[in-house]
Nanobody
Framework: VQLQACGGGLVQAGGSLRLSCAASGSIFSIYTMSWYRQAPGKQRELVAT???????NYAASAAGRFTISRDSAKNTLYLQMDSLKPEDIAVYYCRLVQRQGDYWGQGTLVTVSS
């Protein structure tokens, strides 16, 4: 399985970005997909998770501003980020966990100017 994340960039505070993560390879019917982020000098942290059954969970910092979704037909994970803040600056990574393995994308940089 390979994950290819994209969609990062530079946006002004209050703006929006949508990240995408395209998965290729053997994606099975039961899985969890997540977005993580790692800010400079900080540990990687969980942002949002969606299961194959559609259950979603968000970190407190993301709840109400970010929306995780997936297109199963396209094997693509999304993260819609609204009302972005400078504290959202980080490299964002997608992750797929299924019984057959644990996979990470390469990361996409999000920069928010104040």
């Amino acid at each position: 399985v390979q994950l290819q994340a994209c969609g990062g960039g530079l946006v002004q505070a209050g703006g929006s970005l949508r990240l995408s993560c395209a998965a290729s390879g053997s994606i099975f019917s039961i899985y969890t997909m997540s977005w993580y982020r790692q800010a400079p000098g900080k540990q990687r942290e969980l942002v949002a998770t969606i299961t194959s059954s559609g259950n979603k969970n968000y970190a407190a910092s993301a709840a109400g501003r970010f929306t995780i979704s997936r297109d199963s037909a396209k094997n693509t994970l999304y993260l819609q980020m609204d009302s972005l803040k400078p504290e959202d600056i980080a490299v964002y990574y997608c992750r797929l966990v299924q019984r057959q393995g644990d996979y990470w994308g390469q990361g996409t940089l999000v920069t928010v100017s104040s």
